[in-house]
């Protein structure tokens, strides 16, 4: 048995993990309530300018990914997003929400938006720290 490393990881790779790790928990829980979310905004001709992305399991929003356009930043897209994905969180059951970022993205952005800082991981990129955040939904 010797481990195999790729810095080519193919979406089957992705599945066949992800499909291995649900067998696993779905002895512990029903793995069939973890649900993607994501949430666009998009240009008349249908291109994305900004997004989340993420999902809920439980009681739990999961924000994995947040990305607003340079030509949407400072006009409150962010915070649109947001609000839609933890209002449709609600609807779905949840009452919690945790999300990461990076100090150089966007801890203020969150804090502003309610979420408190839970840990910190120095040194994450460079000198640079991950930010885990969580908020009351």
Known sequence: MQPEITD????????EVRLGLNAFNSKFYDVDTIRSI??????????????L??????????????????????????????QAAEQEARDRGCRYAQVDTA???ARPFYEKLGYTLRLTLANYVDHHQR??????L
């Open 8 to 15: 080519n990881v193919t979406a089957q790779d992705l599945d």
């Open 38 to 51: 994501g949430v666009f905004i998009r240009d008349e001709q249908g291109r994305k300018l900004a997004g």
């Open 53 to 82: 992305t993420g999902s809920t399991t439980g009681s739990w929003l999961r924000i994995d990914m947040l990305w607003v356009s340079e030509s949407l930043r400072g006009q409150g897209a962010g915070s649109k997003l947001m």
């Open 103 to 105: 100090s150089f993205q």
């Open 131 to 136: 930010h885990y955040l969580t908020k009351i």
